[in-house]
């Protein structure tokens, strides 16, 4: 099946710093959405965007449907111990009623 | 509260035992699907199930078997795991197909199974 191409795969940062990672694909997605994954928990949806384009927030991130439908990107504000996770990307390929997962992003932030 | 619960959260088993792990969900959602999760590779579907006795394979799902009996439960069965089935086990549920697409799926704390 297809795969979304996230990047980086890890980011080690230090608290307070501004975070940002990415998501392609080859083909167009009608929906772009943002998980967040804690350690031993299932994912959780932090943001979905519907429309090329669209920049959407929610508290300190932010997050954007590339213009193309090929792309996304996430950034994270200031930083903070609780941020520790993996996030996911994962889209709506516009041919298929079904989402594609990134391979994940996994935030490690020393206090 | 409205949740997901897979059970069991851990398990180690060896080649060739069958196993079965539940998924239930309190929401009366139509809509029930199950993941693997590998490091490097992300999410990737196994099965989901649009309604109750509706059920389809999604990207990987060879070696694993579904049943969709009832509205709340969506049992993964494994008949004979092997060790590349080691992985950690996501059981998701929405309100529909297509609002689980839309991003209104919710996730199970996932199950973690090791084969020998």
């Known amino acids: 099946g297809q795969q979304l191409n996230q990047s980086p795969q890890s980011m080690f940062i230090q608290e307070g710093e501004d975070v940002s990672m990415n998501c392609t694909s080859s083909?167009?997605?009608?929906?772009w959405l943002w998980y967040k994954q804690d350690p031993g928990e299932g994912p959780v949806l932090l943001i979905a965007?519907?429309?090329?384009?669209e920049l959407t927030s929610n508290g300190r991130l932010t997050a954007q449907f590339g213009i193309t439908r090929k792309d996304s990107f996430l950034n994270i504000s200031a930083s903070i111990p609780s941020d520790v996770g993996i996030y996911f990307c994962a889209g709506q390929d516009q041919g298929a009623q079904k989402l594609v997962f990134g391979q994940g992003t996994r935030l490690t932030i020393n206090p | 509260e409205a949740q997901v619960t897979q059970n069991p959260r851990y398990l180690i088993t060896v080649t060739g035992k069958k196993l079965t792990v539940t998924c239930s969900q309190n929401m009366n959602h139509e809509y029930m699907s199950w993941y693997r999760q590998d490091p490097g590779l992300g999410l990737r579907q196994i099965y989901y199930?649009?309604?109750?006795?509706?059920?389809d394979k999604g990207d990987v799902p060879e070696g694993y078997k579904v049943s969709r009996k009832e509205k709340r439960n969506f049992p993964l069965i494994l008949e004979s795991p092997s060790p590349n089935q080691t992985s950690l086990y996501f059981c998701?549920?929405?309100?529909?197909?297509?609002?689980?697409?839309?991003?209104?799926?919710?996730f199970g704390p996932g199950t973690r199974l090791t084969v020998t």
């Open positions: 083909s167009i997605f009608n929906t």
């Open positions: 965007l519907y429309k090329a384009g």
């Open positions: 998701a549920s929405s309100l529909s197909s297509s609002l689980a697409v839309a991003g209104e799926q919710y």
């Open positions: 199930s649009m309604n109750v006795e509706v059920t």
